[in-house]
């Protein structure tokens, strides 16, 4: 145990015996199967001055100091001296009572997610303050099997079971019930999804598609951003910090009232620097700020109501091409995107009895996004109503109906990008029924159900799933599932004109190449197949796996549609190469996604995941696409791994250990990559805490995925001191 650590490390620093490192080190790893006294404290102490001090060693040091801290739990075994009840500790359920965590996403009625068809994990709140973690897609990294990509320092690249691209295209993502995809581009603006972090309850992830519940575009997962009951947020909250990247930021937040109306009201902002750019065109520096409320009034045992709103106001920076048929034909513009807008949402419950409800839901959204190439102003409204029934013979019926309409204002600022017509209204219609039996009575459940939906884009689609349920005993479950999902148009495939200058013939005539708007546009078709496993082993070991195989027909392609040609509107007379956004693809994906967690003592928690990906995109007979296949392919990885260990040290100090590793991404000539995150926490006082975070230590930055235009933007090696005051 300690001697053999010990043994191992002095070896380890052999070559620099003359740095205090070796000493420290040993003395931490003796002192590990102790209880930590004063003297081990002030050892720790010295080794994480180091690490922020020391930089031309950092590398080796980092390497063995988490060498030594992910064995320390190991050398003390015999003293548990973490309490459960101190705010400090892991605030850990028992992994028995971590599965039977109720969750929404699936049926938008609680179930214990053990007991779920459906490849689902929750990230809790406590996960997300232990990670670190200063926004949403950082926070995803905790779930198995999505794909988080940092584009530049305000842009992710997030998918689920391959297609990771900006906008996150066939990933449905909600905020507490509230859809943030837009039907402009297809996707989610990943960079303006915030809130106050200290507010959410939880990230249900399900990794697959979702669409018989939530309708379009829930092809390939659904993240669902969960935040808590205004009664858990009662009294005043205040945090901030500084670093070397997060400059600065600030969070405040105030709560009250009673058991049936209770409120709060958020403000946060926050600055961020750069990334790392070799051409030094520091383009990405971002800050904003952002504030809101949440109402929760309980008007009797029957009758609840839900009233919430948040408003924004951001600087993104961006590099752009802005294409014009006059000279200078293109030009790459660095500049901020301004960015604004708020929402508000009211969502009544109904009660009658156990399991029979119903819910009606409505919220209006304002976006503003003025960026250097475009604009697009929209104003979107949402109904949405469910009710569920239990009926007799062990059945639980679940039916809904929704309707959204989506008004956008598209304004033209460079010639080369246009949406004709400029001002148009996008249109959703659904309908969904969903029927769950019980079979055999805890041990077998049948789910089936089918959503239908209708947008202006396409006629009548139905997304039909059937799930199956095995239970053969308490901590075991066998699920499979088979679905139908689709992946509505968008404005940007249905009337989308995209110019791209490509060069000046030996006359001086101008050469481009034009995307025209495709009216025929079909919506994308998947039908997957799933199959998974959980079990909880003892009271320490449980393990979650999912099996996928998802065939795909339709999917986007960019065709080239003609020869070139002499085009003389718009002037100049110029040369044009005509293509469109077609449905000229199709491909198969299959992989396997494993989540581990250990507990062996109440003090550490030690989690894991794999996934693997194999993805499988052609081509489809006479399709006229001019390459994409490839690009789809190698921008997501095939392999991804991640360890995570978190033990109280003592009562008032906490430490978080986060290694990751990510397969190539060939399309985005990002090579693979292997780095790390630390947390350090000090609860100095029961209302004052403390947090020392490093982030992405083990290079001084790596690429992770590629950006348009110019190269690839390096994410830095990041460290950022927290404080958090709570009352």
């Not at 104003?379 to 009710?387: E, G, H, M, R």
């Not at 809904?400 to 949406?419: C, H, K, P, Q, Y």
Request: aromatic share 12%; with cysteine; proline share 4%.
């Amino acid at each position: 145990p300690a001697t053999h650590i010990s043994l191992q490390i002095r070896e380890r620093l052999s070559s620099e015996a003359h740095t205090p490192y070796a000493e420290i080190l040993v003395k931490s790893a003796a002192f590990g199967r102790c209880s930590f006294g004063h003297e081990s404290r002030s050892l720790l102490r010295q080794l994480f001055e180091m690490s922020f001090c020391d930089v031309r060693k950092f590398r080796r040091f980092w390497t063995v100091a988490v060498t030594a801290l992910l064995l320390l739990p190991l050398t003390r075994a015999q003293d548990q001296i973490a309490s459960a009840d101190t705010p400090q500790n892991l605030k850990q359920l028992s992994l028995q009572e971590l599965s039977q965590i109720e969750v929404t996403t699936l049926s938008k009625e609680p179930q214990q997610a053990s007991r779920i068809a459906a490849a689902i994990f929750v990230i809790t709140g406590e996960d997300i303050r232990r990670s670190g973690v200063t926004s949403i897609p950082e926070a995803l990294r905790l779930a198995p099997g999505i794909e988080v990509a940092r584009i530049d320092s305000d842009k992710w690249s997030v998918g689920i079971r391959g297609f990771g691209s900006r906008l996150s295209r066939s990933v449905l993502v909600l905020i507490d019930g509230r859809t943030v995809y837009t039907t402009l581009l297809a996707g989610t603006y990943w960079e303006v999804q915030d809130t106050t972090l200290e507010d959410i309850d939880r990230i249900e992830v399900i990794r697959g598609p979702g669409g018989t519940i939530w309708g379009p575009n829930a092809v390939n997962g659904v993240i669902n951003i969960i935040t808590k009951h205004t009664r858990e947020t009662h009294g005043t909250l205040v945090s901030a910090g500084a670093g070397n990247i997060d400059q600065g930021f600030l969070n405040a937040r105030y709560g009250g009232g009673n058991d049936k109306l209770s409120y709060r009201f958020y403000g946060k902002g926050f600055s961020r620097n750069h990334e790392f750019h070799p051409d030094h065109r520091n383009f990405d520096d971002w800050r904003g700020g952002q504030g809101g409320f949440r109402l929760d009034w309980t008007h009797d045992e029957k009758n609840t109501i839900t009233f919430s709103g948040d408003l924004y106001d951001q600087r993104a920076g961006e590099s752009v091409v802005a294409t014009s048929y006059t000279q200078p034909y293109s030009r790459v513009i660095d500049d901020n995107a301004r960015l604004s807008g708020g929402n508000v949402l009211a969502r009544w419950t109904r009660s009658f009895s156990a399991g029979n409800d119903l819910q009606l839901q409505g919220y209006y959204d304002r976006t503003n996004r003025r960026e250097p190439n475009f604009e697009d102003l929209r104003d979107t409204f949402d109904i949405d109503f469910v009710q569920h029934w239990k009926l007799r013979w062990r059945q639980a019926l679940t039916w809904g109906a929704g309707m959204r309409w989506s008004r956008g204002n598209d304004i033209e600022v460079v010639s080369g990008l246009t949406f004709l017509p400029a001002q148009r209204t996008d249109q959703l219609l659904t309908g969904f029924i969903q029927d769950e039996i019980n079979v055999v009575e805890n041990r077998l459940t049948l789910t089936v159900g089918t959503k239908l939906l209708h947008t202006n884009f396409t006629d009548f689609e139905p997304e039909p799933s059937v799930r199956l349920m095995y239970t053969p005993t308490k901590t075991t479950s066998i699920w499979a599932a088979a679905t139908h999902a689709v992946r509505t148009p968008s404005d940007a495939e249905h009337d989308f004109f995209l110019s791209g200058f490509i060069a000046t013939a030996p006359d001086g005539t101008p050469f481009f190449a034009r995307f025209n708007a495709n009216r025929n546009f079909k919506p994308e078709q998947m039908n997957g197949f799933e199959l998974g496993f959980r079990q909880l082993i003892g009271a320490n070991f449980f393990i979650d796996v999912a099996s996928f195989y998802n065939h795909y027909n339709d999917l986007f392609s960019e065709d080239i549609t003609g020869p070139v040609f002499l085009e003389q509107a718009p002037a100049p007379e110029h040369l044009l190469l005509p293509a469109r956004f077609g449905n000229g693809l199709k491909g198969n994906t299959k992989g396997i996604e494993i989540s581990p967690e250990v507990r062996f003592w109440q003090f550490w928690r030690l989690r894991g995941s794999y996934s693997y990906l194999h993805m499988n995109i052609d081509k489809t007979p006479g399709s006229l696409d001019i390459g994409t296949a490839p690009g789809i392919v190698g921008s997501s990885p095939k392999h991804q791994l991640s360890i995570m260990s978190s033990f109280d040290m003592t009562k008032r100090f906490s430490l978080d250990l986060t290694y990751r590793y990510v397969s190539a991404l060939p399309a985005q000539s990002v090579r693979p990559y292997h780095t790390g995150d630390v947390r350090f926490g000090w609860r100095a006082t029961q209302n004052f805490a403390v947090d020392l975070v490093g982030q992405n230590l083990f290079q001084p930055y790596h690429y992770e995925f590629g950006t348009d235009p110019g190269g690839l933007v390096g994410i830095k090696r990041a460290a950022f001191a927290k404080i958090t005051f709570t009352k």
